[in-house]
């Protein structure tokens, strides 16, 4: 089956969901099944086969650049005859902002089937970043006027009395119920919708009957790297053959977590003074993480190093100098870089339980107290202790190798099967909406074909 993915995040962005539609897509060719990527465009952004590129402005958060087409609606139907040409047979839907918006509105239009992946723990993300309920809500109300569809009730003013004396924040929950009536649109008339780990469906509530949630674990390849470009990573960041490496990898932002890192490895420098924390993913807030290493002082910070955005041969090689991956994200739903260190033999540290539990190491990790102390005496423990840090690391390596890109693909095929029976079944039905315009002969087409 012929899929074209739409995303709101693609190179030179660097993210879980960046990796996981990449591998998807090269695991399906490898298949034989060919497919289209709609993503934003980006400076620099590097031309590929089957990649296309629509205008896109930054949004001042993260890097993220996003689609004007809701803006313009009427931009959208020259881009979904240019996609229709390409003869898909499904769409895929990665992300809820305004390209995977477009995702949901070409389905409808071709009538072609639905899958969706809920990737991001999105009301962790909105809450950290306090994402303002009027945007919100205004998301609510255009998504809906582009789809040409009711707009579905955001929800109640919360009692702001009652919600504090609950001990919950009132601007919390009115943002959860915006985020939640967003899902809906996106969500709502799918025909599949893909979860990565159990740790989203343990967080929230999904607007999907249980028969068409699919658990699909993301398959990662290991990182290949040499002995010679490990040496030349520690050579490059000034890392000592003395030095005992805690490594994290992701954003460097306060949604990951870092704060409770940087804070635990300053409790552990008195039990591990050779201890040294790399810090690899790109930097959206870095006043605020120069102000989070002037807070444990420069003694601390000069054992930090902060590398950034990294290509995919100097993360291999720092997972080749690590002795421990650092996980302090409490709102990742996958965290693909756990399997990436476990396929590099390096043992983990994690904070949150469900992820533990639920995640593709299924509890081959080490989690620890959500605290700095707690946290510190989790890592001390594996740096100190090489043999149980080998072990552990061991036991990782098997649970990660059995997630596969192979495997991966496989499954997705499964699920794109189930969603083209689903949407067969109900094509016909009344109240289905149906391909429109000048679609309907060239969705003809693409069934034809199938």
């Not at 790109?282 to 605020?288: F, K, T």
């Not at 965290?335 to 983990?348: K, M, S």
């Not at 605290?371 to 390596?397: C, H, K, M, Q």
Request: glycine share 10%; charged share 20%.
């Amino acid at each position: 089956m012929r899929a074209v993915h739409f995303t709101d995040t693609y190179l030179p962005r660097r993210d879980g969901v960046v990796s996981s539609i990449r591998t998807l897509v090269r695991a399906l060719a490898d298949r034989g099944h060919p497919g289209l990527t709609v993503v934003p465009r980006h400076p620099g952004q590097a031309g590929e086969p089957d990649l296309m590129r629509l205008r896109a402005l930054p949004c001042g958060v993260a890097d993220l650049r996003l689609s004007p087409w809701l803006l313009h609606g009427a931009t959208a139907t020259g881009t979904i005859a240019e996609i229709a040409a390409t003869a898909p047979e499904v769409v895929h839907v990665h992300t809820p902002g305004p390209v995977g918006l477009l995702g949901v509105l070409t389905a409808r239009r071709l009538g072609l089937p639905l899958v969706q992946t809920y990737h991001t723990d999105l009301h962790a993300y909105v809450d950290a970043y306090r994402v303002p309920t009027g945007a919100l809500r205004g998301a609510v109300r255009l998504y809906a006027h582009r789809l040409g569809v009711p707009r579905p009730a955001v929800g109640a003013e919360p009692d702001s009395g009652g919600a504090e004396q609950a001990g919950q924040d009132p601007a919390a929950l009115r943002r959860r119920a915006a985020l939640d009536a967003t899902n809906l649109l996106l969500l709502g008339g799918a025909d599949a919708v893909v979860v990565p780990t159990r740790a989203v469906l343990d967080r929230i509530s999904l607007p999907v009957p249980a028969d068409r949630v699919f658990l699909v674990p993301t398959g990662v390849a290991a990182r290949r790297t040499t002995p010679a470009e490990v040496a030349a990573f520690r050579a490059a960041h000034g890392i000592a053959d003395a030095d005992k490496v805690i490594l994290f990898v992701g954003r460097v932002n306060r949604e990951k977590g870092v704060d409770l890192l940087v804070n635990a490895f300053a409790a552990l420098l008195g039990g591990c003074p050779h201890a040294r924390l790399v810090l690899v993913g790109a930097i959206y807030e870095a006043r605020w993480l120069a102000e989070l290493l002037r807070s444990v002082g420069a003694e601390v910070a000069a054992r930090i190093s902060v590398i950034g955005q990294q290509p995919p041969s100097t993360v291999a090689a720092a997972y080749g100098a690590a002795e421990v991956l650092a996980f302090p994200s409490g709102t990742d739903t996958q965290a693909l870089v756990l399997q990436e260190a476990a396929l590099a033999g390096v043992p983990a540290v994690l904070v949150d339980p469900v992820l533990h539990r639920h995640g593709p190491l299924a509890g081959a990790a080490d989690c620890a107290d959500p605290t700095a102390t707690g946290f510190a005496a989790a890592l001390l423990r594996l740096l100190t202790d090489p043999a149980a840090a080998r072990r552990l690391g061991e036991l990782a390596a098997d649970r990660a190798a059995e997630h596969t890109p192979e495997r991966y693909a496989a499954a997705i095929c499964d699920v794109y099967r189930h969603a083209a029976r689903r949407q067969a079944e109900w094509a016909g039905r009344p109240g289905r909406p149906q391909p429109v315009g000048a679609f309907g002969r060239l969705s003809d087409r693409g069934r034809t074909r199938r």
